[in-house]
């Protein structure tokens, strides 16, 4: 690193979020954490109220402030992205947006998907629907994030920025998900598991390594998206097998369905994410089998 940074987090307070604030302030950086108030920043990171869904709230937070990046953890629709483009424009040199692999759920290649796939330029964005009610932006998710990402992208040169696109997070203590309790659960009671007829591999990444990457991105200069997910996509029974090792006596048993709700990690479609582009700018992730182990065990209170 050459010098600290100014690094504005919008969100941020649990999760991912906290980590990458954690790794920004120990390289150095100057971090200021944006939220409603749900909880602080760690120690040496400064601190701003607004909701960020209210233009004059935000703009009234920040004041005359400029940094350097920003890193939006709390994006997901197309009308936060129209405010923070109006907002952010001229505040910062670099805007870094987390997005989701849920762009691509549309998909359905038996190759891994790279980034062109979804191109921001080429998503129609509609700020008329009903993005402000929760239910809605819930079921819409990976549209608000596509469309999210097309309407950052419009501001061109006067606003770089890139999304990058996270797959699947597994791991740490606090996942909030409660996935991976789910079929912890399935497997001590032997009730079945409900998964698709046929069922499809992802890609996922570990809870720090997602938090290393952002906090590497956000010193890079790179724009447009990026896909952030780890070499060796999973199949749903591979996790259970993962989660087994932690449930004596337990056991497993699928039950395939051909329509209906199916249970986490679990899909009809093949979107798992080509990581290239992100090795190509100098990011190598860690092989999933690798570190799936460890990642299972802290989330299920087992240790290492």
């Given at each position: 690193m050459e010098k600290p940074l100014d690094?504005?987090?919008i969100g941020g307070n649990r999760y991912v979020g906290k980590r990458l604030i954690a790794r920004l302030l120990a390289a150095g950086h100057r971090v200021t954490v944006l939220n409603r108030g749900?909880?602080?920043?760690p120690a040496g990171g400064e601190h701003l109220l607004a909701?960020?869904?209210?233009?004059?709230?935000?703009?009234?937070?920040?004041?005359?402030?400029?940094?350097d990046v920003v890193v939006d953890q709390v994006c997901y629709t197309p009308r936060q992205a129209a405010i923070a483009r109006r907002v952010f424009t001229g505040r910062?040199?670099?805007y870094v947006m987390t997005s989701t692999v849920e762009v691509y759920e549309y998909e359905d290649s038996p190759a891994l998907v790279r980034e062109e796939a979804v191109a921001p330029s080429t998503v129609g964005v509609d700020l008329d629907l009903p993005w402000d009610d929760p239910a809605f932006a819930e079921a819409h998710y990976g549209e608000g994030k596509r469309q999210a990402e097309a309407v950052l992208?419009?501001?061109?040169?006067?606003?770089p920025c890139?999304?990058?696109r996270v797959a699947h997070v597994l791991g740490g203590g606090d996942d909030f998900t409660g996935r991976l309790a789910h079929y912890a659960e399935r497997i001590r009671t032997g009730e079945p598991i409900a998964v698709p007829t046929v069922n499809r591999p992802a890609t996922y990444v570990y809870v720090e390594e997602i938090a290393r990457f952002l906090a590497w991105a956000a010193g890079e200069d790179f724009t447009g998206p990026v896909n952030a997910a780890a070499p060796g996509a999973?199949?749903?029974?591979?996790?259970?097998?993962a989660v087994a090792a932690h449930v004596p006596g337990g056991r497993t048993e699928f039950r395939p369905v051909e329509v209906g709700e199916v249970s986490p990690f679990s899909f009809r479609r093949s979107y798992g994410m080509d990581n290239a582009r992100a090795a190509g700018l100098g990011f190598t992730f860690t092989d999933a089998r690798r570190w799936l182990p460890r990642a299972v065990a802290e989330t299920l209170g087992k240790g290492d």
């Open positions: 690094v504005l987090v749900s909880s602080p920043p909701d960020r869904n209210d233009e004059t709230s935000l703009t009234g937070a920040l004041g005359s402030r400029v940094f910062t040199r670099r992208a419009a501001g061109g040169a006067a606003f890139t999304t990058v999973l199949s749903t029974e591979e996790l259970c097998e």
